[in-house]
T-cell receptor, first 114, second 115 residues
Framework: AQSVTQPDIHITVSEGASLELRCNYS??????LFWYVQSPGQGLQLLLK??????LVQGIKGFEAEFKRSQSSFNLRKPSVHWSDAAEYFC????????????FGAGTQVVVTP | DAMVIQNPRYQVTQFGKPVTLSCSQT?????MYWYQQKSSQAPKLLFH???????NEADTPDNFQSRRPNTSFCFLDIRSPGLGDAAMYLC??????????????FGDGTRLSIL
């Protein structure tokens, strides 16, 4: 069965500092991986996705993620965070079926300090 | 802009009083999902429609039902809400054209409170 682990429940980062959010997955076949961001009281917004090809994926809002098959990881990074990046971040793996069921990680809450 | 719209954004109902949440989409996606999300937790899939085919998750309570009268609209009915059903309800859509790995597109959710 597929699973997703986000080891960090909560991260505090200073504005302007770099950010890395960890995601580890367990899946028997080629995973389809996603990062979503959720601001308070809002739905989930897709940041980026990985299906195949280049293992470094660029997303919106200056985020990027790197797929490392050997480590079963898909970590999200941003070189310099802005106060507006404070939110909950979810990693998800998509099942290899026609209707695309997701398995979400538990989420990482990011707090940005001045 | 093509999007997923949920109404209302906030819904208050009484314990045991049926309530319906609405979702519409202009993306023309053939798959629609309903998730329940409680505070500080990941979204939990309740069920999904693949076109007109309804698929219930094994652990979704019978109290939760859904209707999809056409491609654009999907409804979540809670027949007798209990205090434990207070949560954010998220609707999502995706396109399935025989390909896998398509992203899901989420609405802004409906926050349900039970009095």
């Amino acid at each position: 069965a597929q699973s997703v682990t986000q080891p960090d429940i909560h991260i505090t980062v200073s504005e302007g500092a770099s950010l890395e959010l960890r995601c580890n997955y367990s899946y028997g076949a080629t995973p389809y991986l996603f990062w979503y961001v959720q601001s308070p009281g809002q739905g989930l917004q897709l940041l980026l996705k990985y299906f195949s090809g280049d293992t470094l994926v660029q997303g919106i809002k200056g985020f990027e993620a790197e797929f490392k098959r050997s480590q079963s990881s898909f970590n999200l990074r941003k070189p310099s965070v802005h106060w507006s990046d404070a939110a909950e971040y979810f990693c998800a793996v998509g099942a290899g079926n026609s209707w695309g069921k997701f398995q979400f990680g538990a989420g990482t809450q990011v707090v940005v300090t001045p | 802009d093509a999007m997923v719209i949920q109404n209302p954004r906030y819904q208050v109902t009484q314990f045991g009083k049926p309530v319906t949440l609405s979702c519409s989409q202009t993306l023309n996606h053939n798959v629609m999902y309903w998730y329940q999300q409680k505070s500080s937790q990941a979204p939990k899939l309740l069920f999904h429609y693949y076109d007109k085919d309804f698929n219930n998750e094994a652990d979704t309570p019978d109290n939760f039902q859904s209707r999809r009268p056409n491609t654009s609209f999907c409804f979540l009915d809670i027949r007798s809400p209990g205090l434990g059903d207070a949560a954010m309800y998220l609707c999502a859509t995706s396109v399935s054209l025989g390909e896998v790995g398509q992203p899901q597109h989420f609405g802004d959710g409906t926050r349900l409170s039970i009095l």
